[in-house]
């Protein structure tokens, strides 16, 4: 089992830069992928950016070049570094984590409640 608690959400004008954290409870968590989704007002939820155990990375298209997904397997913490923000950016971001690669980037079966991110033009 494992709980996630996202954190660092918050209002920040286009152009600027902005940190997620999210704190994994759960003795397996330097096994686990971990991933990062976000929740735009009235759209989907969609794929951001995932890490495997070893540290491998995954981005969407749409982030690529401008969020670095890292992991502190230490202090049990993933983190979404987003720099280049955009108002397109604007979302609900969540947690997630599973045991593979592949449903960590489609269906995770572990997430976090969400923290708002909101960027301003």
């Known amino acids: 089992q494992v709980q996630l608690v996202e954190s660092g959400g918050e209002l920040v004008q286009a152009g600027g830069s902005l940190r997620l954290s999210c704190a994994a409870s759960?003795?397996?968590?330097?096994?686990?992928?971990m991933g990062w989704f976000r929740q735009a007002p009235g759209k989907e939820r969609e794929f951001v950016a995932a890490?495997?155990?070893?540290?491998?990375?995954y981005y969407a298209d749409s982030v690529k070049g401008r969020f670095l997904i890292s992991r502190d397997n230490a202090k049990n913490t993933v983190y979404l570094q987003m720099s280049s923000l955009k108002p397109e950016d604007t979302a609900v971001y969540y947690c997630?984590?599973?045991?593979?690669?592949?449903?960590?980037?489609?269906?995770?079966?572990?997430w976090g409640q969400g923290t708002q991110v909101t960027v301003s033009s």
């Open positions: 759960g003795r397996s968590f330097s096994t686990y992928p």
């Open positions: 890490i495997s155990w070893s540290g491998t990375t």
């Open positions: 997630a984590a599973d045991r593979t690669i592949a449903r960590v980037t489609t269906a995770p079966d572990y």
